[in-house]
């Protein structure tokens, strides 16, 4: 209903907003409801309805403070990759486009999250190396979390300019989203972890080797 662009989001007012957002939480939850007749009552949609649209304006009002102006390229739109003889299916949950041609993209948590998940040899959480791999002038990578005691983006950037307005600090004061000094060869890095386990997959290796 907003369209792509955030010129669009940043036109409407936080009332109408709001009222938006609402009634889109209502009929999600209608709709769920209806699937569940005898589990769900009324009363409870109405919560969980106040619930997420709470939530939802939240995540919107942190997109309304970014500087830089950016369309939403892709939702949840199917990729395949082809990575040392395995072909994966994937589907990135949101990629924004810059007006310089540059790319964020964006996976989107319902709990706490940390973007040290994603780093090392082993990374527990190794979608967002994995989508940088398939497009070009990827110049950060976030997770949105969207989690009643936090909703923020978490990652890491190019360069300050990218996220500036959204990229707040930490209850420690630590930036949630930092820049990397080494961009290039960080996407590099990712590129070569997620081919090496890849590889490693296809040959069947199963040694016993606890990521923790």
């Known amino acids: 209903r907003l ?13 109408k907003l709001n009222h938006m957002v609402l009634d889109i939480a209502e009929e999600t939850v209608e709709t769920f409801r209806l699937s569940r007749q005898d589990r769900i009552g009324e009363r409870f949609a109405a919560n969980e309805s106040a619930r997420l649209s709470r939530l939802a304006m939240r995540a ?11 369309t939403v390229e892709e939702i949840e739109q199917l990729h395949r990759v082809e990575l040392d003889g395995i072909s994966l299916s994937v589907k990135m949950d949101r ?3 810059l007006e ?7 996976d989107y948590k319902s709990g706490k999250v940390t973007p040290s998940n994603w ?14 791999t ?18 923020v983006y978490k990652g890491e950037q190019e360069e300050e300019s990218l996220l ?15 820049v990397s000094d080494e961009w290039e060869q960080q996407i590099s890095h990712w590129k070569k972890v997620v081919t090496e386990l890849a590889g490693e997959f296809r040959n069947g290796v199963a040694v016993v080797d606890p990521l923790k």
């Open 3 to 15: 369209g792509r662009s955030s010129a669009r989001l940043n036109q409407l007012d936080r009332e």
């Open 134 to 151: 398939l497009l070009d002038s990827v110049s950060a990578v976030l997770f949105g979390q969207i989690h009643v005691g936090e909703v």
């Open 100 to 106: 310089d041609g540059r790319r964020i993209l964006i």
């Open 164 to 178: 500036e307005g959204a990229d707040g600090r930490s209850r420690g004061g630590r930036r949630n989203v930092v």
């Open 60 to 70: 919107l009002e942190l997109d309304q403070k970014r500087v830089s102006g950016f």
């Open 119 to 132: 780093r090392g040899e082993r990374p527990e959480e190794p979608q967002l190396p994995l989508y940088t």
């Open 95 to 97: 990629v924004d486009l």
